[in-house]
């Protein structure tokens, strides 16, 4: 049974850019720390998160060829549209 204050995985999902931004209110913050506590799933993922930022951030323009931009920028404009 899940209480009336208790996150979903899913909602988690979408709540995890704002959680490493430091850009959610106290309350939702709280509800989110304690979904980690229970949710190894939501904790990995959260891991994951932080790996890939710290991994794209080191990224030079340099590093990326013309052609994985171009289908970067495909990706990100169909990603947005949708």
């Not at 899940?2 to 995985?9: H, K």
């Not at 988690?12 to 709280?30: I, S």
């Not at 993922?45 to 990326?64: F, K, N, P």
């Amino acid at each position: 049974m899940r209480l009336a204050d208790d996150l979903s995985c899913a909602e988690l999902v979408e709540l995890v850019t704002e959680y490493v931004d430091g850009a959610l209110d106290p309350c939702d913050r709280e509800r989110f720390e304690q979904h980690l506590v229970v949710c190894d799933g939501c904790a990995n993922h959260l891991e994951q998160m932080r790996s890939t930022i710290e991994v794209v951030g080191r990224l030079e323009e340099a590093d990326v060829g013309d052609e994985m931009a171009a289908e970067l920028l495909v990706a990100f404009r169909g990603w947005k549209a949708s």
